[in-house]
């Protein structure tokens, strides 16, 4: 995480983090400190810092999705997700396998595991067929307090209402889609000075480093059909329940 003067950015990957990073690099220098791990989550930022407000991206859970896939970092760190041998038994091309086979393998092997060991987070009070998906047991270790404890009670009407009231941290999400406007209105809201907020507004996109990122197809949209908008639209209902826009709809 980075923490300034101002502000805690949590950096949950595949968001647009980078590029929030640089520029309060660039806004605060010597005063912005990494502190930590660099995906760092609400839980490990430093009492003393815990009264700052919390920034943090949200991305549509379809494009995040495409952009993961093709980053393809589950391929090459695949100990950071769970033991490719079990993925093997089902898909013996893993890792070589199509967008489809990639969501349906995040959703059930990717889930309940991080950093390749068990983490307890099971929705207890769901049916195993209702558990929420790869993006929401994201959302739930980066925001919530006892990720562990709020991902076991978790329950339906939690996943309707889109807000874990109880032990959500206070986080203002920036999106990805709007990221230079929406940091630039944040720092404003600070009191940073006029220059330095119209540099961010006008900033190129900055990549991760060692990015590999190479769509075949420039639209998420066009990565998915019927079947698999209803798949990813049922297990992040969460997340489509708290960002309603990012819902996509069948033809």
């Given at each position: 995480?980075?923490?300034?003067?101002?502000?805690?950015?949590?950096?949950?990957?595949?968001?647009?983090?980078?590029?929030?990073?640089?520029?309060?690099?660039?806004?605060?220098?010597?005063?912005?400190?990494?502190?930590g791990r660099k995906h760092g989550t609400c839980d490990e930022i430093p009492v003393a810092?815990?009264?700052?407000?919390?920034?943090?991206?949200?991305?549509?859970?379809?494009?995040?999705?495409?952009?993961?896939?093709?980053?393809?970092?589950?391929?090459?760190?695949?100990?950071?997700?769970?033991?490719?041998?079990?993925?093997?038994?089902?898909?013996?091309?893993?890792?070589?396998?199509?967008?489809?086979?990639?969501?349906?393998?995040?959703?059930?092997?990717?889930?309940?595991?991080?950093?390749?060991?068990?983490?307890?987070?099971?929705?207890?009070?769901?049916?195993?067929?209702?558990?929420?998906?790869?993006?929401?047991?994201?959302?739930?270790?980066?925001?919530?307090?006892?990720?562990?404890?709020?991902?076991?009670?978790?329950?339906?009407?939690?996943?309707?209402?889109?807000?874990?009231?109880?032990?959500?941290?206070?986080?203002?999400?920036?999106?990805?889609?709007?990221?230079?406007?929406?940091?630039?209105?944040?720092?404003?809201?600070?009191?940073?000075?006029?220059?330095?907020?119209?540099?961010?507004?006008?900033?190129?996109?900055?990549?991760?480093?060692?990015?590999?990122?190479?769509?075949?197809?420039?639209?998420?949209?066009?990565?998915?059909?019927?079947?698999?908008?209803?798949?990813?639209?049922?297990?992040?209902?969460?997340?489509?329940?708290?960002?309603?826009?990012?819902?996509?709809?069948?033809?």
């Open positions: 995480m980075l923490i300034t003067p101002d502000c805690v950015f949590i950096h949950m990957p595949k968001t647009g983090g980078t590029f929030i990073t640089r520029m309060l690099r660039e806004v605060y220098g010597d005063a912005a400190v990494e502190t810092d815990r009264g700052k407000p919390i920034l943090s991206v949200m991305r549509s859970p379809f494009d995040r999705y495409v952009s993961q896939y093709h980053y393809g970092w589950w391929r090459t760190q695949p100990q950071e997700y769970c033991d490719p041998a079990s993925i093997r038994q089902v898909y013996p091309e893993y890792p070589e396998v199509s967008f489809a086979d990639f969501v349906a393998i995040a959703n059930r092997f990717f889930v309940n595991a991080h950093r390749g060991a068990p983490t307890g987070y099971r929705a207890r009070r769901l049916a195993p067929e209702d558990a929420p998906g790869w993006h929401t047991e994201q959302f739930i270790r980066f925001f919530c307090r006892e990720p562990q404890r709020a991902f076991a009670e978790l329950t339906a009407q939690d996943l309707q209402r889109g807000h874990l009231h109880a032990c959500e941290y206070p986080v203002d999400f920036l999106r990805t889609e709007s990221l230079n406007d929406d940091l630039a209105d944040r720092l404003a809201r600070y009191g940073v000075d006029a220059a330095r907020i119209r540099a961010v507004r006008m900033h190129a996109r900055v990549l991760p480093e060692h990015a590999h990122e190479a769509r075949a197809r420039a639209d998420a949209r066009d990565y998915f059909d019927a079947p698999l908008i209803a798949l990813v639209m049922r297990k992040e209902q969460f997340l489509f329940n708290r960002f309603p826009d990012y819902r996509m709809e069948t033809a």
